[in-house]
């Protein structure tokens, strides 16, 4: 059983940035690659990053490519988003979960954080 808290959200203009932490509670988080999912209001959940166990691949959804930036630290039991360069489109409730494998696949991720809402004005 792994336990996510996810926090870091918040308001911020367009343009602004965020970094978001998830910290996962157990002895097993470096055994996990981790991913990053969005959901906006009457819109499905969708993938937005994700991160091997050990941190050598990255895997990014086109649409934050060059603006978001996935990380971990395994010592820590956190992985981070680092959100630049905010659109308004990028508002959504923010969801790490874990999977035994990199992948962008929803159904392939076990356990999930709570959500922390990213706000982005125009």
Excluded: H
Aim: overall charge positive; charged content about 20%; proline content about 2%.
């Amino acid at each position: 059983q792994v336990q996510l808290v996810a926090s870091g959200g918040g308001l911020v203009q367009a343009g602004g940035s965020l970094r978001l932490s998830c910290t996962a509670s157990g002895s097993t988080f470096e055994s996990y690659a981790m991913g990053w999912f969005r959901q906006a209001p009457g819109k499905e959940r969708e993938f937005v990053v994700g991160i091997s166990a050990g941190g050598g691949l990255k895997y990014y959804d086109d649409s934050v490519k060059g603006r978001f930036t996935i990380s971990r630290d395994n010592a820590k039991n956190t992985v981070y988003l680092q959100l630049n360069s905010l659109k308004p489109e990028d508002t959504a409730v923010y969801y790490c979960a874990t999977s035994r494998t990199p992948t962008k696949r929803r159904d392939e991720y076990d356990y999930w954080g709570q959500g922390t809402q990213v706000t982005v004005s125009s």
